[in-house]
């Protein structure tokens, strides 16, 4: 899963790139997205932005 970060003022958004994320997972699937494959603490304090497949959704871990 690649990644890019925007930085929006004082907290980082980390946008998981290039996947879809099926979201109908709960948070702590998306947690585990986060630690797994994003490589990155979901309890940071930064906002991690998921998207769906349409791209019409997303979901924000913060």
């Given amino acids: 899963m690649a990644?890019?970060?925007v930085n929006l003022g004082q907290k980082p958004y980390w946008l998981a790139d290039g996947e879809a994320v099926?979201?109908?997972k709960s948070f702590d699937g998306l947690a585990s997205l986060v630690r797994e494959g994003l490589r990155g603490d979901?309890?940071?304090g930064d906002i991690f932005v998921f998207r769906n497949k349409a791209a019409d959704r997303i979901k924000l871990l913060v």
């Fill in 3 to 5: 990644q890019a970060t």
């Fill in 42 to 44: 979901p309890l940071s």
């Fill in 22 to 24: 099926d979201l109908r």
